[in-house]
């Protein structure tokens, strides 16, 4: 049975501390709460919280450390619920799950808007901006991304937009798609679908309203920057995405593209409903992954502000070490299944210099390289943990 505890705060008093793990989160039933989150997030959320407004639940749901401090502006009383409590929790209230996954959407959107700006992205004009699938389609055919470059040209297309850019999409997906592997232009009914190496999923600024689990391969998440591919993640098994355009029907913030083959299961809006309603396991499973995510975007916000390159490459190798969640004072080499080219795409850098940074980075004492696959192999986790969250410290 579940048994939830009221907790009371002292106006002054903390709720979370950051960089502390906790295995509950708060739900505010009175008083005011000053929440201020790691990365500077405040621009997008709100800091002041009141009642009904969760504290902590990011991290706590993520089972990461802490992202931000809460100080109590008055006396505060609060509901403490426990990371084992939650699908209880949603048996018996619904709506509690269904916000939750609305703040942590409209968080993530806040937070991807302003990577994108410390990326020296348009902003948000240029995101509703058709054109953009048309750029997207223009960067993938000249690197000679054929089969991803057909699909964007075709998002393009099929919104409509008649300009000079129209006819050269027309002509171009016409003679790409004599060859393209590219699969699933449009939805269709099928529960899973397959999708070959390099084919896009879904583009950036592309309407949808699907999410997708995946149930084997990987998944890359990123984004077209003044020119570049910027790397978000790398997903794997058991991973879902697309989710943000699910619950705010809203375009895509950025491409899903198969970094190799990959099958996937297919979440629309009325199986969705249905989840929610018949499966608290699952939208369980959902909180957490939006909170994962969320969780790492703000580390990767974060990310963003070091300013020297390898530093930056270290703190990124870090990130993915954290995601791991290995026990305390790892001692055995882990290996990350990234490339140091993978990191340097993670962090955004231009091409110009990209190469020279990741030879750097490599003669970098905390970390080897398999020489067979050129993936990343860090000896000593908590000497690089603690290199990171150093580093990171000296941005405050």
Partial sequence: MLQLSFVNYKQGSYLTVEGKVADRFFIIQAGKVHCERQGSVSGNGVDILGPGDFVGVVS???????????VAMTDVVVIAVRRDQYPDLIKQNTPIAMKMIRTFAARMRGVNEL???RSAAAGAAADANPNSLFNVGMFYDQQKKTDIAAFAYYQFLKTGVRNQNTEIAKRRFIELRKHTQAVYFEPTADMTRRYPEDTMIFCENQSGAEM?????GQVKIGKVVNGKEVTFAILKKGDM??????LENKPRSASA???EECILMVVNSRNFNQMVATQPQMIARLTTTLAERLWSMSRQLINSKIMDPITQMLDMLALQVEKAKLPQNFMRDYRIGLTAQDLADMCGFPDDVKLRYVYEFRKDSHIKIDPDTQKLIVSDCAELMKHAAFARSKLK
């Fill in 115 to 117: 990577l994108m700006h």
């Fill in 257 to 259: 593209i198969a970094n």
């Fill in 241 to 246: 995405f697309g989710e943000m355009a699910l």
């Fill in 60 to 70: 706590c749901m993520a089972g990461m450390s802490q992202i931000e401090n809460s």
């Fill in 212 to 216: 997708f689990i995946i149930q084997s």
